[in-house]
């Protein structure tokens, strides 16, 4: 891969570019780097806990100015799957961020008779009643959507459990598994290239998880560079059938070698 091409740089965030309030150093330079070779650089992340302001609001708190239109979030993807849907009403098992979100739809966060649709986000607002109310929505039979697989969500202290896992537990409750927006598929990455004018070999996707960011890189026919900053480890690299492109240390790393 030659990273001399590449002018569009879609960004996991989480793990990538910081890790909870810790800003990874080599990560405004990078940004200001892109920019001055007329690139372009876009937010690009799993995590439906926060709404694309949070997120503008986070990112401000570690000096980087960002805009709605640099964002492409699991959320605004699950809003989108949903235009092409008539739900009756939706259950949004997610905290206030994801409802605002989806606000556009007829959602719900009680346990109602009409409801046709169950869908789940990360949620840090989690409690056994939304389980309980998922569990009893389950064996109704109702349709089942997840903003994203994503097993764990690195914090500075470890790891908590994102939504794949809560989706997990579900599956042992009710044997129900749902259908899961976002990264590892590829419309995530498609649509920030037809966004933003580029084309496949002028992107790549930058990323510390395999089994989404370097996947939905791979699924959308890009090159995805995987970084060690985050959750993966270079030994899982040789457990997991989808390869990154390239691994690198970290977004530092990156940088480095592009001035080089």
């Keep these: 891969m030659n ?6 740089f879609l960004l996991d965030m989480d793990g990538t570019i910081y890790l909870d309030n810790d800003l ?53 993807a699950t809003s989108r799957y949903l235009a092409s849907k008539n739900y ?22 009680r346990l109602e008779d009409d409801i046709d649709c169950l869908v789940m ?3 840090t607002e989690l409690s056994f009643g939304k389980l309980e109310d998922a569990c009893i929505l389950l064996g109704r039979g109702v349709d089942y959507i997840a903003t994203n697989p994503d097993l764990v969500c690195p914090t500075w202290y470890g ?8 989706a997990h537990i579900l599956r042992t409750a009710t044997g129900r598994y749902p259908e899961f927006i976002g990264k590892p598929k590829p419309e995530m990455p498609l649509l ?17 998880r395999i089994y989404t960011d370097v996947a939905c890189g ?43």
């Design 3 to 8: 990273l001399k091409s590449k002018k569009l």
């Design 192 to 208: 920030a290239m037809e966004k933003a004018g580029f084309g496949k070999g002028e992107t790549v996707v930058i990323g510390d």
């Design 121 to 123: 986000g990360f949620d």
């Design 88 to 109: 009756h009403k939706i259950y949004v098992l997610g905290t206030k961020s994801l409802k605002a979100e989806l606000s556009c739809y007829p959602i719900t966060d």
């Design 218 to 260: 791979i699924h959308a026919g890009i090159d995805a560079i995987l970084v060690l900053s985050g959750e993966t480890r270079l030994e899982d690299v040789e457990k997991n059938e989808v390869k990154p492109t390239a691994i690198y240390r970290d977004i530092k790393a990156i940088l480095d070698e592009m001035k080089a």
């Design 159 to 166: 790891s908590v459990p994102d939504c794949g896992s809560i």
């Design 24 to 76: 990874f150093e080599g990560t405004i330079d990078f940004l200001d780097y892109v920019k001055s070779i007329g690139g372009r650089y876009m937010f690009m992340t799993n995590n439906s806990s926060k709404s694309t302001e949070r997120y503008i609001e986070k990112l401000a708190s570690l000096g980087i100015d960002a805009a709605e239109e640099d964002f492409f979030t699991s959320a605004m």
